[in-house]
């Protein structure tokens, strides 16, 4: 069974940092492009950020750009988000996604093919 877990996730205050994981089983995504996506309350699902296979090419929404790092990680972990400089906009449940055709930049919901469960990132004013 294939298996996206994202952890990491939790209560920050403004200016604060999280780093998210993406914990993989089933399958070796390192032929996948890498994404993370969020949703908040009332709002509909957004891109945050995506990686290459290889890991050299990364694509930001520009809501997190300069604040967000998106990298690849092993087998076990294959994608990590670094959140800082956190705001109260960026409270919603984050999502790894993973897409094995997509191109790198790969911004739509739509190009993956695996999705984690979520996790809750709530930032304090």
């Known amino acids: 069974q294939v298996q996206l877990v994202e952890s990491g996730g939790g209560l920050v205050q403004t200016g604060g940092s999280l780093r998210l994981s993406c914990a993989a089983s089933g399958r070796t995504f390192s032929n996948y492009v890498m994404g993370w996506f969020r949703q908040a309350v009332g709002k509909e699902q957004e891109f945050v950020a995506a990686i290459s296979r290889s890991g050299g090419t990364t694509y930001y929404a520009d809501s997190v750009k300069g604040r967000f790092t998106i990298s690849r990680g092993n087998a076990e972990n294959p994608v990590y988000l670094e959140m800082s400089s956190l705001k109260p906009e960026d409270t919603a449940v984050y999502y790894c996604?993973?897409?094995?055709?997509?191109?790198?930049?790969?911004?739509?919901?739509?190009?993956?093919?695996?999705w984690g469960q979520g996790t809750q990132v709530a930032v304090s004013s």
């Open positions: 996604a993973a897409s094995l055709f997509a191109t790198s930049r790969a911004m739509g919901a739509h190009d993956y093919d695996y």
